[in-house]
C-alpha cells in the first residue's frame, strides 16, 4: 500500500511540476504582449502634457512683496479681488 502512495504522490508532483511550467511559459509570453502593447501605445499617443509655447510675453512671477501681501490677506481671511465667493466644494 505504500508503494502506491508513493507513486500518487510522484505523479502529482510531476503534474504540478508542469503545470508551473506552462504557467511560467504564459506569464512571459503575456509580460512580452504588454511590453509591445505599451510601446505601440506610448509611440500612438501623444503626452496629456502640452509641450510649452514660446512667446514673447512669458508670465512673469509675482513679486516677493506681493506673495507677502497675498499671504497676509490669506491669513486675515480677507477676500482677494480673484475671489468670488462662490467655491465649489467637492467631496
Do not use: F, H, W, Y
Not at 33 to 40: D, K
Amino acid at each position: 500500500m505504500s508503494n502506491n502512495r508513493v507513486e500518487q504522490l510522484e505523479s502529482t508532483v510531476a503534474e504540478l511540476e508542469s503545470t508551473v511550467t506552462g504557467l511560467t511559459e504564459e506569464l512571459i509570453e503575456a509580460k512580452e504582449r504588454i511590453r509591445v502593447l505599451e510601446a505601440e501605445l506610448d509611440a500612438e499617443t501623444p503626452t496629456r502634457v502640452p509641450e510649452r509655447r514660446e512667446s514673447e510675453d512669458e508670465t512673469t512671477e509675482a513679486a516677493p512683496d506681493e506673495v507677502a501681501e497675498a499671504a497676509a490677506n490669506a491669513e486675515a481671511g480677507e477676500e482677494t479681488e480673484d475671489s468670488r465667493g462662490d467655491d465649489i466644494i467637492v467631496a
